[in-house]
Structure formats: C-alpha cells, structure tokens
C-alpha cells in the first residue's frame, strides 16, 4: 500500500482547505490536501468576499488575479436590496454600493466573485508554491495519536487506497464534517433551521432589472421568503429558497423534500415577480440553514476550519470569509510550531480566538436570517445587529498570545473606522510611504512579526533585534514618521495605533496587535517602560507561546 508522510494533512479542497493550503505554502510549510471532488466548485455559493479575506488574498499575492476573476463575473459595486418581488416594490436597501463608506478601513474592497471563480485562482497559485493537492480522494479514516495522525486515504477512480501520516491535521472538510463526527465534537447554536434549496436557472431578467445593479437581492413576500443572485449578463443566476407556501397555502420550510423541476419554475417567477417569463432549471441543490459552531476546534493533532467548525445561513455572506479567516489564523500558527519557533501550546490559541468569533459571527448570520426572511423564528433573545465593518475587521482575540492593556472593557469587537490599536485587534489599515511608494501598513506584515516604532522608538528596535536573535525568529522592524523607514506625513499611524514618537507596537504575523507600548506623548503611558528588553522580549515570547525570557 502506498504510504506518505507529510507535515499537514488537509481534509477537503473546497474554499478553506484551498485557503489554508495557500497560507501554508506561503509559510514554506510542506502538506498534502485531499479532496473528494475532481476539482474546484461547480457551483457559485459564496461570493460577497469582505474586505479581510481580499486583504488576505492581497498577502499573498493574489489580489490582483482575484479581483480580474471578479470583473469577469459581476458588475462590482453593486446594491444589497430587499424586494416583494424583482419586477414588484424594493422594500429595503441594505447597501446602496456594497464598498460605500468602507474604502478607508483596508487597502482592498469588498468584491463578489463565486467560488467557481476564487478556487482554480486559489489552487493555482497553492500548487505554484509547492502544494500538493490530490483530488477524487477520499479520507476513509482518520486515527490521531499523541505524535501525529494516520489516514486512511480511497482513490475515487481507482479504489486504491494509501495512508497519511501526518503531524497535524487540518479538518476543512464542510458542514458534515466527517472528522468532527468521527472525533465526537459536538456543534451549539440554533441547529437546522430549513430544508433550503439553491435553484440555478436560465431566464431572461435584463427587463426586470432596469439599470439597477444588484449584488444580492433577498425576497420577502407572503409567498416566498429567499434571495437571489444573477449573473454578469442578466440572463441566469441563481434563487435560494428557505421558504414558501406549499400547495395547501400553508408556509413551509421543508422546501427541498418537495422541489420538483415544476415548483423551482413557480418559485423563480413568483419571486421574479413575471409569471409567463420562461424559465430553464438548471440546477437544484439541497442543503439545510443552520446556525451553529462546534464545541471545539483543536483535539490533539487535529483542528477544525471553515464549516466544520461553524455552519451559518448565507444572510450577511459570512461563512466562507469566516472559514479564510480561520485558515489564516492557524497557518503562520502552524509553521512556527512545526518548526519549533512556536511553542506547541500556540495551537491551543486557535480555538481560544477563532471560537468566540465564530460564535458572534454565526450569531449575527442567524440575528440577519430571522429579521430579514423568516421573523417566525422568534425574535425574542437574538444578539443585537452589529454592522459588518466590526464582523469583518473589528472583531477581538483573547489568548495567551497576547499582552493585554488593563482594563478590559470586556467587548468582543469594536467599529474598525476608529480603531484602538490594542492588543487583540487587527492592526488598522493606514497608508504610509516607504521609499517614495504608497502601501498599507498591513503590506509590511506577511510570513513574521513586525515591530513598528516611532520615530523615538530606537530604544525598542534595538530591543526588538536582539529578543528575536535570541529567540530564532525574524522580526521585520520599521521606524515610523520623521525621517524613518516609513514616512507618515498625516500623523495617521500614530492616531490609527495609539503609539506616540517613543512608543512601539507588536503585530504577529497574522497582522493582529501583539503587545503595544503606547509611549508618553499620547498622553496615556501604557506599557510604557525604560526596560525596553525585557517589555518586549517578554511580549515577542508570549506572542509565540514560548517560556519567558
Ligand atoms: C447559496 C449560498 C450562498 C453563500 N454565499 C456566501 C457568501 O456570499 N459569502 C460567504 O462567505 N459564504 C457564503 N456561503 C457559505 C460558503 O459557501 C461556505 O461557508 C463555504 O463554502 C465553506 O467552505 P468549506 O471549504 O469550509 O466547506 P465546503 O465548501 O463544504 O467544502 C468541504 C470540502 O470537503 C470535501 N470533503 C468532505 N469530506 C471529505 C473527505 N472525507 N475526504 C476528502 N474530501 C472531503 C468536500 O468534497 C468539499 O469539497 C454561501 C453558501 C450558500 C449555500
């Protein structure tokens, strides 16, 4: 039988185990993704990318081939709307222009573009960097033991199987997460919701649409509760169906136990609002609304990414961002512990960061899923609407990774138009210049931590070099404002992070703020130290998991 060996094994190709096997192979670190398909999406589900993920793609040198893929799909910029019907009364904008209002918040705007689009560019590049990616292939087994897992892999042509052996495995295998059964984790939240179904079809909406351009339209009428999207030539797209009248007049949610090519052709016209327009089903996918996260996302070796790790209804788009981010947490986590610069105990920080967010995330799904289709639910105990920027860029991580400032206000995010700065908080988009070149303070961080300090701030790059020499790591520092490495002409940096001329600020490599010394200028003295080598000796170690200098 034959046998491989790998650092990381990758359970599913889809959205997040492409993602994740990118970030890892921009770590340098060698893994193997299994997949069950024959290759990338056939079908569009996500496509409302937030500003996070493209930022994330933009790391790693793909932004430009994932925008190119997006023009190629959809007018961008579009409206988020509710509507009675297409060609009836628009009932709400949600957004006017999905980017109006957030340009300042990263170098990267939001976009559409479906996972038909976004994976062969993920793949693409993924294997351009070393990966390996095995498709028709099915992880059969998967045993974790206290040095790694084995993994009982079927090819799905030829019925050979082969084992794994991996250090670690990552399970991005979706909503059924055969893993996360197999390992007994069980999910929390609101459970299934819905027998929902994805009806791709072929019809003429040009007329109806007029000149609006329109990203997401969600239905809400009486008869059907769902939302559409429509493709780059108005003549397809695609109607998603959570509910509707069944033929008793009574509103059901068991949709796809009863769609039949005759009700999809009814639900498309009525929620087209055109009941003669002709109509060509495609496609009809089933899958089941449900808002809940798993109880855990690390057992021993084996953690949980993307939907296996939360599932969420598509109200608000945030599933598959949720997974990419989830990938770029783990993989920097990854690479420093398999090669020793992390401390093991680094892993367990991704479950303390990702879970809490994965939590108020879905919770937000679910609170955007019952106000906006399906009131019947029950609004009562729902978690307050928090707009996207804070879903998005806003949200906090707590974990031993992190320095914290005192006091706590105890928030889990907060609105990344004013950003703290604070430890536990992405670091904020600022544009600065660096030799005469615009870029955001976010492109100086991709594969190691970064230390940016103030134009005082030679004390802690000093500091700073000499704790990541005896640590073994790289730490890229950049002095900011008059006369450093990078120019600040507005005063931006030093607002945006909360640091004054003699004051520093730690990003892990993952661009969220480690430990900060704000300085004395900005009038508050936080972290503020004359022990600039033990401040930050201490935080660049705590940053990683490994003993205290
Ligand atoms: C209609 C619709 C619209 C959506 N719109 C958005 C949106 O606008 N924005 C957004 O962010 N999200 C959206 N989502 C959610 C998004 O599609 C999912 O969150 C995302 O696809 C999850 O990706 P994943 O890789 O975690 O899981 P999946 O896409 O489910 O992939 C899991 C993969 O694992 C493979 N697999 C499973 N078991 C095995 C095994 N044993 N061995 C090998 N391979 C295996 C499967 O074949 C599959 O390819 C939408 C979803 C729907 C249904």
């Known amino acids: 039988m034959r046998h491989d060996e790998v650092p990381v094994l990758i359970v599913g190709g889809s959205l997040v185990g492409l993602s994740m096997s990118l970030f890892l192979a921009q770590q340098g670190v060698a893994h193997l993704v299994v997949e069950r398909h024959p290759g990338t999406a056939i079908h569009p589900r996500a496509a409302f990318l937030m500003q996070r993920t493209v930022e994330l793609f933009r790391g790693v040198g793909i932004e430009k081939e994932v925008l190119a893929a997006a023009q190629r799909e959809f007018v961008q910029n579009g409206a988020i709307v509710a509507v009675d019907s297409l060609s009836g009364r628009e009932l709400q904008y949600f957004f006017r222009n999905i980017n109006d209002g957030v340009e300042q918040l990263s170098a990267s705007p ?25 498709y028709s292939a099915e992880v059969v087994s998967l045993e974790a033991g206290e040095d790694g897992v084995t993994a009982l892999v079927r090819d799905r042509t030829s019925g050979e199987e082969s084992t794994v052996r991996a250090r670690y495995a990552v399970a991005a295998d979706g909503a059924h997460s055969p893993v996360r059964r197999q390992l007994g984790i069980g999910m929390l939240g609101h459970g299934t919701f819905s027998d929902s179904i994805t009806i791709y079809f072929r019809a003429d909406v040009r007329p109806l649409l007029g000149e609006r351009n329109l990203s997401v339209v969600y239905v809400v009428s009486p008869r059907l509760q769902g939302f559409f999207r429509f493709s780059f030539d108005g003549q397809s797209g695609f109607l998603v169906v959570n509910s509707a009248l069944d033929d008793a007049g009574e509103r059901t949610t068991t949709i796809g136990a009863t769609a039949t090519d005759a009700n999809c052709i009814r639900y498309v016209r009525e929620a087209l609002g055109a009941p003669d327009i002709p109509v060509e089903i495609e496609d009809v996918q089933r899958w089941g609304a449900a808002a809940e996260w798993a109880e855990r996302l ?24 949720t997974g990419v981010h989830d990938a770029h947490n783990l993989a920097w986590k990854l690479a420093y512990v398999l090669d020793g610069r992390a401390g093991e105990d680094l892993l367990d920080t991704y479950e303390a960061e990702r879970l809490p967010v994965a939590r108020m995330t879905v919770e937000q799904a679910y609170t955007r899923y019952v106000t906006r289709l399906d009131p019947g639910l029950g609004t009562d105990g729902l978690d307050p609407l928090i707009d996207d920027p804070p879903i998005d860029l806003g949200y906090r991580y707590r974990s031993a990774s992190f320095t914290p400032e005192d006091p706590d206000d105890g928030s889990q995010w907060e609105d990344p138009h004013s950003p703290s ?19 955001s303070t976010l492109d100086l961080v991709g594969r190691d931590s970064v230390l940016f300090t103030g134009a005082a701030g030679g004390g802690w790059a000093q500091a700073g070099a000499s704790a990541a020499e005896r640590l073994g790591v790289r730490l890229d520092v950049y002095r900011v404002g008059d006369r450093g490495d990078i120019e600040d002409p507005g005063g931006a940096f030093a607002k945006a992070y909360g640091v004054g001329p003699d004051g520093a600020v730690l990003l892990r490599p993952d661009g969220f703020v480690a430990w900060r010394a704000t300085g004395s200028t900005t ?26 200098p």
Request: glycine share 20%; proline share 6%.
């Open 298 to 321: 690390r057992v021993g070796r084996v953690l949980l990414a993307g939907d296996a790790a939360h599932v969420m209804p598509p109200t608000g788009g945030y599933g598959g961002n």
């Open 523 to 548: 009038g508050s003295t936080t972290g503020s130290t004359t022990d600039h080598g033990g401040a930050l000796g201490g935080a660049l170690a705590r940053s990683l998991c490994r003993p205290q």
């Open 421 to 439: 700065g604070r430890p536990g908080f992405r670091g904020p988009h600022v544009t600065v210049r660096r030799n005469g070149t615009q870029l």
């Open 110 to 134: 939001r976009i559409f573009v479906t996972q038909i689009g976004l994976e062969p560019v993920l793949r693409e590049r993924a294997a351009a960097l070393g990966a390996r990616l095995r």
